[in-house]
């Protein structure tokens, strides 16, 4: 899809929204732009990805009511909408965040890490925390990879649940992913009480360290893959990441292994 600045994209999403489909005839759209020759056995796999402009998040059976995510981000202009499950009751929508420039898979990664962390300091869970009585975001990290797919904005099954909200209030601005990576907030505190096995470094996390050790991490050579993917979850360990953040990385990263299964049995 082709538009020639962010209002027509917009344009384009809410025009989607107003059609009233059944979910499984309902058509998908994914935030990357692919190139099906980039890689070999994969068409549109993570190795495939060209660039993204865009930042998306589904939500599903939270305590974070859309009006309040927006609240958390009121710098950003995004678009916030139901998807077709979504009731008064049980929240179901999608967060789509355009950006004033692309960014690689990598980068798309690095963005929604700091979403998560931003949601945690807000004081929401992400994922399943058990026994944990904070109220849960609902974030759906399964749809956390950059070459995830998504159902085009459609009524809900209850029209009068429907909502579209484009979010471009006066001083809300297109986000710039490049000022993010220089200032991230993934936290360096660990979230575990166990007395670290090495020394956990103050101040930012060296997110340009994190990125060559994920190069280095897919770039290792054939029959030396776990030993790589161990040598990354230690040096993420160095740089400062917590084990919650190295497991989501990791889960990421084990899907440019050239044995994918291994890599995701090893995590633990």
Request: with cysteine.
């Amino acid at each position: 899809l082709s538009c020639d600045n962010i209002d027509r994209f917009v344009h384009f999403l809410r025009l989607c929204h107003g059609r009233s489909v059944p979910k499984e005839s309902n058509w998908l759209i994914a935030p990357a732009l692919f190139d099906p020759g980039k890689a070999v056995g994969t068409h549109r796999g993570n190795a495939n990805i060209v660039s993204l402009r865009s930042l998306w998040l589904d939500f599903e059976n939270g305590d974070l009511p859309p009006a309040e995510f927006a609240a958390l981000f009121p710098q950003y202009r995004m678009v916030i909408t139901n998807t077709s499950n979504h009731t008064a009751k049980k929240l179901r929508y999608r967060v789509i965040i355009p950006m004033n420039q692309s960014v690689t898979g990598e980068g798309y990664d690095l963005l929604y890490a700091n979403i998560i962390q931003r949601l945690k300091d807000a004081g929401y869970t992400v994922g399943t925390m058990k026994n944990s009585s904070a109220p849960r975001s609902g974030l759906d990290t399964r749809k956390r990879p950059p070459s995830s797919l998504f159902k085009l904005p459609s009524q809900a099954h209850i029209p009068g649940d429907s909502f579209f909200h484009d979010h471009n209030e006066t001083g809300r601005t297109l986000l710039d992913p490049m000022l993010w990576v220089e200032n991230s907030i993934v936290p360096i505190q660990p979230e575990y009480d166990e007395e670290p096995i090495v020394d956990i470094p103050l101040g930012p996390i060296d997110m340009v360290a994190v990125f060559n050790a994920t190069r280095e991490w897919r770039n290792t050579p054939p029959d030396h893959g776990g030993e790589g993917f161990w040598r990354l979850s230690l040096t993420l360990f160095k740089l400062g990441m917590t084990l919650d953040e190295i497991k989501d990385m990791l889960e990421i990263e084990a899907e440019h292994g050239r044995h994918p299964i291994q890599r995701k049995a090893q995590i633990k």
